[in-house]
């Protein structure tokens, strides 16, 4: 497991077996029937001021927008429980601490010669609170696509929020999602 409240960069040699497999931008995915990666790790931390922070990227960066579960770190059930207390959630309830965890989502920042192309994978419920602590801090300021991975609050509770984006920044904002999830999608109210 990787715990970290930097972005991430993959270096370039690691994306190029991946590269013939899919495009972030089709519909249709296709999963690679192999996959080699090298031994040593091609993944290393990079702060939120000097990596990207409004000027483009000219390597993949991955940012953990949020790596919790679909409650989210601290539980309010742990906090509230007279009987017994919860070392994780008493530290993680407080301000800064790093044990506190948003809905999992990522980001993916890919360079591209028009400029970078900015991939939302999940906009769960806490969403909002991720994009803040973010998309200011790496210059963040359109969406090329959001891709959703299935149909539960964690993963689709933050579109609504998106709406901002629509109706400031950009007109539209392709949004990926598999046919099951998207009928679930009629029923909720956004």
């Not at 999963?31 to 790790?41: C, D, G, W």
């Not at 891709?147 to 933050?158: E, R, V």
Request: hydrophobic share 35%; with cysteine.
């Amino acid at each position: 497991m990787v715990v970290t409240s930097n972005p991430i960069r993959l270096l370039p040699s690691s994306l190029a077996s991946l590269a013939h497999h899919h495009s972030p931008f089709s519909r249709r995915w296709r999963r690679p029937s192999s996959i080699s990666l090298p031994a040593v790790s091609p993944i290393h931390s990079i702060s939120a001021n000097g990596g990207g922070g409004g000027a483009e990227i000219d390597q993949t960066e991955i940012v953990f927008m949020g790596t919790g579960t679909s409650e989210g770190v601290p539980r309010v059930s742990c906090l509230t429980n007279p009987l017994s207390k919860c070392s994780v959630c008493s530290k993680a309830a407080r301000p800064g601490d790093k044990n506190r965890r948003l809905n999992t989502s990522i980001l993916i920042r890919h360079p591209n010669p028009s400029g970078t192309h900015n991939i939302l994978i999940d906009a769960g419920k806490f969403f909002y609170h991720s994009a803040l602590q973010w998309f200011p801090a790496l210059g963040i300021r359109t969406l090329d696509a959001v891709i959703i991975t299935h149909s539960h609050a964690d993963a689709i509770g933050g579109l609504d929020d998106l709406r901002d984006w629509t109706n400031n920044v950009q007109p539209s904002i392709p949004i990926y999602v598999a046919k099951r999830d998207f009928e679930v999608s009629p029923a909720l109210a956004f």
